[in-house]
């Protein structure tokens, strides 16, 4: 046996042609940092049977069918408009991994991996979170950012206040990034404000009819406005006509609005991968934390992360103190 299949096998992963046949369908969760046992163990016990479940889904290529009993209502819906974009499984035997206690309420456990069915080959490899309430009973599930990343944004937070909102921002923005996923126009209706604005990037070439001229044949960007209306038909639009949507946020950077506290500027590099159409930008969101349960969208730009063979500059960058903010 060569080293490359052993390491396949201890994965629990065999390849057969282009068939991915997967060992284990049952995966054991072990959570710590929770000092209630009582609850630990239901935490444990309820993502232990979620996991399980949809492991045994994706093998017997069936709609997860998940008990009412261990994870909240609504949730079940999120879930299922995931399964429905791309089946997925947890690929471990065994989780060991901490609960994060949540600013507003409940706790989340990071660093799950699964394998998405029907994401492009270099990207089918994902981590998700899942939520929990107070009571233990799943809350929520996200696809997560890279994790590194995540300890360094919290980290950054300079005292107790600050650090409780990186964490609800980052809550926002892993939640906001599976709505695309998931295609749920509801959430993403209410999460940007009625007067937001959203500015969209295009690159397009300019000809000019003097050959020696340097313009001939250049790229520039232009930029279109949308109401959240425009915008949100769009979106329909997009999820109607495509089956596969994998939106994904890298290079996260958060600042805080020297005059208004609550509002943030997060910038991020976005990918996005559907099935007729992928592209990568730069996408800025500056977002009201006001009210910490409903977050508000304010502005949301999209930028290019190439003009023709030239990246985007730094001054070129859309960031939070390019707007006139009035509160």
């Known amino acids: 046996m060569n080293f490359k299949l052993t390491l396949l096998v201890v994965l629990g992963i065999v390849f057969s042609n282009t068939t991915i046949v997967y060992s284990q369908n049952t995966t054991k969760v072990v959570i710590t940092d929770v000092n209630n046992d009582v609850l630990k163990a239901k935490m444990e016990n309820n993502a232990s ?39 997925f499984r947890c690929y471990e035997a065994d989780v060991i991994e901490k609960a994060i206690k949540r600013p507003q309420g409940g706790y989340e456990v990071r ?16 981590e998700i979170v899942l939520l929990f309430t107070d009571s233990g009973l799943i809350d929520n599930i996200y696809i997560s950012m890279e994790t590194n990343r995540y300890n360094q ?28 996923n998931r295609k749920d126009i509801s ?65 996260i950077e958060i600042k805080r609005h ?42 949301r730009t999209w930028q290019p992360e190439k003009v023709g063979s030239r990246t985007l500059s730094e001054d070129e960058k859309f960031k939070l103190e390019n707007f006139n903010l009035n509160k």
């Open 49 to 87: 049977e979620f996991l399980t479940t949809l492991n045994t889904s994706f093998l017997n290529k069936s709609t997860p069918a998940i008990n009412s009993k261990i994870i909240i209502s609504d949730v079940s819906a999120s879930l299922l408009s995931m399964w429905e974009m791309s089946p």
């Open 258 to 299: 020297k005059k208004y506290p609550d509002m943030y500027g997060v910038n991020m590099m976005q990918g996005w991968n559907t099935t007729n159409y992928s592209d990568v930008g730069y996408l800025l969101l500056v977002i009201d934390f006001a009210d910490d349960d409903k977050p508000l969208i304010h502005v």
């Open 153 to 180: 944004l919290i980290s950054q937070g300079t005292d107790v206040t600050e650090f409780r909102r990186r964490q609800i921002i980052l809550d926002f923005v892993e939640n906001f990034k599976t709505a695309y």
């Open 187 to 251: 959430y993403l209706q209410s999460v940007f404000s009625e007067d937001a604005l959203i500015i969209t990037g295009k690159v397009v070439q300019v000809k000019s009819p003097d050959a020696s001229s340097n313009l001939m044949n250049s790229a520039m960007v232009t930029y279109q406005k949308q109401t959240k209306a425009e915008y949100l038909n769009k979106l329909k639009s997009i999820f109607k006509n495509n089956s596969y949507i994998n939106v994904k946020f890298d290079d």
């Open 111 to 126: 660093n799950i991996p699964v394998f998405m069915q029907e994401a492009a080959e270099d990207d089918q490899y994902q």
